[in-house]
């Protein structure tokens, strides 16, 4: 069950060949989690995070909780294969090849603003 997914999420990285988040996830073998480093623009791990979940529904876990900035730790243990997997990990590439896509002026603008935000709200 486990590699089914494990599988289904990785076909998911793979249709974003070409970019650079195909040559930058690691883990998943036999793991329940993948690790991605994220674009150049996008090192602000926490502000990317918000991004992904505003903008795709998407909720990740910063690499600096783990000693890993400029990462994000994906995991997909308590997803059960089938139609509610395959959306998540459809959300999940197309909100990280967005972000490779995005403009790296246009990507600092909008995480400079994400930080801000989280800084008045007392998050970070």
């Not at 995991?75 to 999940?92: C, H």
Request: net charge negative; with cysteine.
């Amino acid at each position: 069950k486990e590699k089914e997914k494990e599988k289904e999420v990785s076909n998911g990285f793979e249709k974003a060949s070409g970019t650079a988040i195909t040559s930058a996830v690691f883990g998943g073998d036999g793991a329940i989690y993948f690790w991605a480093r994220l674009p150049t623009a996008w090192r602000d791990d926490v502000a990317a995070v918000k991004w992904l979940i505003d903008e795709y529904g998407i909720c990740v876990v910063p690499g600096s909780a783990f000693g890993a900035p400029g990462h994000v730790r994906i995991s997909f243990a308590n997803l059960a294969p089938g139609a509610r997997f395959e959306e998540a990990a459809d959300r999940l590439e197309r909100g990280l090849k967005a972000m490779v896509d995005l403009d790296p002026e246009q990507a600092s603008k909008q995480l400079r603003q994400i930080r801000e935000d989280l800084t008045r709200a007392g998050v970070v």
